[in-house]
């Protein structure tokens, strides 16, 4: 006896074939087909107990297909194959109801392993086709990243609490966006907080609300984020500088699903989906006493890790060319990458990740004027990268010397010197863009504002007095400028 039949669609006949011998080798009947119009026919004919169909096929889309296939037979289950592994692939696939799907080339055992789940599951109900997107929020093709899309496709319907981990930089709150944006609270509020950017003292208020009076300065009642999230989605960033009072009061939430505000007494019910996103190894904190465990087991329900961009290097055209098409679209002159230059990025460490990718492509935008940027200029923005001036984050005393040198040998001013004479060496006879002026501020002030902040632990009114700045005037250059609160050294 057959476990099942298995209908196969895919244009390319190898394909066919080694699909539907892995298939026969488990036991399965498989029909194949090249066409999604044969595969149609079979479905409305009642044949078939799953569809396994590749996305392109010469008649129609399987996209186009899978919604009238659910529609008409929402229990036969159906694994989508396919080669162009984005994102969005992966996303549609899930929306357009599909089981599951497969980035190619993929291992026949882990097909033969997705079919006979499929088939043993209880029958779920059908869901409904979504609409198209056309923006894609994530971009790469590597096949870490086609991990990532898998999950997420799978967690989109979904309300579990997701706790991502990676290095700086890596995508932790795009994705935790993207799981906002395209899963089942879409319609509801996105909010996100990051508790290494919020003085510790204020990180409950912050969170849960406070009542009038409930401590000194609190003059009227306020909002938390829990209750600016009801309905939506809450992001938790940097959890592992949560203080412990906080994490406790945030435990009972996800226990109880209610919380009090700061002063209050009266129990608030809540509905928010919980993801968080740590740089840290919150198992070390949870043995140094820092962090609680069993609030760590009730967040890493679904542990998402994002790999840092060393070990993806494919991506880096990809994401290369966004940034680039990006920049254009924000009125930045068109710029083309040579093959050489590219490969010298792929050679790079990229420590800041792909923040730090997207800052040196925005700096190539802005700032050079040739059109195609050359090995050569990715060479010297990419050493220039490596003697970072990490005195500028260094108490007083370090860098008070005389002529305040930098680590690299070079006072900021010098450096600057060097920089700019660079650029109007590499313009040849023609002039940089118009608006330097405003170019090169915003180049020394987002690292000087963020170092500031940096090293005040995000407290905004001790950066803006160590900066020497009003208040309202570094809160403005910090959205102005798009900031991003960061965390200090230690
Ligand atoms: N896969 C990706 N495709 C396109 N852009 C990306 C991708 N991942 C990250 N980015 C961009 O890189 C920048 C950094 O991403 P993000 O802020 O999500 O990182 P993070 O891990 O949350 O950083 P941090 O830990 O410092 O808060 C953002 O501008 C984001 O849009």
């Known amino acids: 006896m057959t476990r099942g039949e298995i209908l196969v669609a895919d244009d390319d006949a190898a394909i066919r074939t080694v699909v539907a011998q892995a298939l026969s080798r488990a036991g399965y009947?498989?029909?194949?087909?090249?066409?999604?119009?044969?595969?149609?026919?079979?479905?409305?004919?009642?044949?078939?107990?799953?569809?396994?169909?590749?996305?392109?096929m010469p008649d129609e889309n399987a996209f186009e297909l899978l919604p009238r296939i659910k529609k008409l037979r929402p229990e036969l289950p159906i694994v989508v194959m396919s080669a162009q592994n984005t994102f969005m692939t992966a996303i549609r696939a899930s929306e357009r109801g599909a089981y599951d799907y497969l980035p190619k080339p993929f291992d026949l055992k882990e097909l033969v392993g997705i079919v006979g789940r499929a088939l043993a599951e209880p029958k779920k109900q059908a869901v409904g086709a979504g609409e198209e997107f056309e923006r894609m929020p994530l971009v790469g093709r590597s096949p870490a990243m086609q991990e990532i899309y898998r999950s997420l496709a799978r967690l989109m319907l979904t309300d579990l609490t997701v706790l991502i981990h990676g290095e700086s930089g890596t995508g932790k709150e795009l994705v935790a966006r993207a799981l906002h944006d395209y899963g089942k609270r879409k319609k509801g509020p996105f909010v996100a907080i990051n508790m290494a950017a919020i003085p510790r003292d204020l990180i409950e208020s912050e969170l849960f609300g406070h009542?009038?009076?409930?401590?000194?300065?609190a003059a009227q009642r306020s909002a938390g984020r829990f209750e600016q999230a009801e309905g939506g989605t809450l992001?938790?960033?940097?959890?592992?500088?949560?203080?412990?009072?906080?994490?406790?009061?945030?435990?009972?939430?996800?226990?109880?699903?209610?919380?009090?505000?700061?002063?209050?007494?009266?129990?608030?019910?809540?509905?928010?989906?919980?993801?968080?996103?740590?740089?840290?190894?919150?198992?070390?904190?949870i043995q140094q006493g820092l962090f609680r465990e069993d609030l760590y087991f009730r967040l890493n329900v679904v542990p998402l890790r994002l790999p840092p961009l060393r070990e993806r290097t494919e991506d880096i055209p990809d994401l290369a060319h966004?940034?680039?098409?990006?920049?254009?679209?924000?009125?930045?002159?068109?710029?083309?990458?040579?093959?050489?230059?590219?490969?010298?990025?792929?050679?790079?460490?990229?420590?800041?990740?792909?923040?730090?990718?997207?800052?040196?492509?925005?700096?190539?935008?802005?700032?050079?004027?040739?059109?195609?940027?050359?090995?050569?200029?990715?060479?010297?923005?990419?050493?220039?990268?490596?003697?970072r001036p990490a005195s500028l984050l260094a108490p007083s005393g370090a860098t008070?010397?005389?002529?305040?040198?930098?680590?690299?040998?070079?006072t900021l001013s010098s450096s600057v010197e060097t920089h700019l004479a660079r650029l109007f060496r590499d313009c040849g006879e023609v002039l940089p863009p118009p608006g330097l002026y405003h170019?090169?501020?915003?180049?020394?002030?987002?690292?000087?504002?963020?170092?500031?902040?940096?090293?005040?632990?995000?407290?905004?009114?001790?950066?803006?007095?160590?900066?020497?700045?009003?208040?309202?005037?570094?809160?403005?250059?910090?959205?102005d400028l798009d900031i991003r609160l960061m965390r200090a050294p230690r």
């Open 211 to 217: 009542e009038k009076g409930a401590f000194t300065g």
């Open 235 to 285: 992001f938790l960033d940097e959890i592992g500088d949560m203080p412990m009072e906080a994490q406790t009061r945030l435990l009972r939430v996800l226990q109880q699903g209610e919380y009090t505000t700061v002063g209050g007494r009266t129990a608030i019910k809540t509905n928010v989906r919980i993801v968080a996103a740590t740089n840290k190894d919150l198992r070390i904190l």
């Open 400 to 410: 008070a010397g005389a002529d305040r040198e930098l680590e690299s040998g070079q």
């Open 322 to 387: 966004h940034f680039f098409k990006q920049a254009v679209a924000e009125g930045l002159p068109q710029k083309y990458i040579e093959q050489a230059a590219l490969d010298r990025m792929k050679r790079y460490r990229w420590p800041g990740n792909i923040r730090e990718l997207e800052n040196l492509i925005r700096r190539l935008a802005a700032l050079h004027p040739q059109e195609v940027v050359s090995e050569a200029l990715i060479e010297a923005e990419l050493s220039a990268e490596a003697p």
């Open 439 to 479: 170019r090169v501020l915003r180049e020394i002030e987002v690292p000087l504002i963020s170092a500031a902040l940096a090293a005040t632990r995000g407290n905004q009114i001790k950066a803006a007095e160590l900066l020497g700045l009003n208040r309202n005037t570094l809160r403005k250059k910090i959205n």
């Open 29 to 56: 009947e498989v029909r194949t087909t090249g066409t999604a119009a044969t595969l149609w026919r079979w479905v409305q004919s009642g044949e078939g107990d799953l569809v396994v169909t590749d996305v392109v």
